[in-house]
């Protein structure tokens, strides 16, 4: 596996990895992570994979931690 790029980016963690013939986009925040695969051949330039950290697909990843938060925090409320 090569790490492509990792920075961090309104305190999510992005972390772009290539392996097995795909692109491995990982978001962490916390405890929490979101994982998508996106085939190479599917890519031009590394640089077209920047649409994912930024614009309407970032802002659903932030609205999905925000909500993948709110679960967590419940269940553990309940331990």
Request: proline residues 3%; hydrophobic residues 45%.
């Amino acid at each position: 596996m090569r790490v492509v790029k990792e920075f961090i980016q309104e305190d999510i963690r992005i972390s772009m990895f290539s392996w097995n013939n795909k692109y491995i986009l990982k978001f962490e925040l916390g405890p929490m992570e979101q994982t998508f695969k996106i085939p190479e051949t599917d890519v031009l330039a590394e640089e077209d994979l920047e649409i994912f950290w930024t614009g309407d697909f970032f802002e659903k990843v932030k609205a999905r931690f925000k909500e993948m938060g709110q679960s967590f925090r419940a269940e553990v409320e309940n331990l």
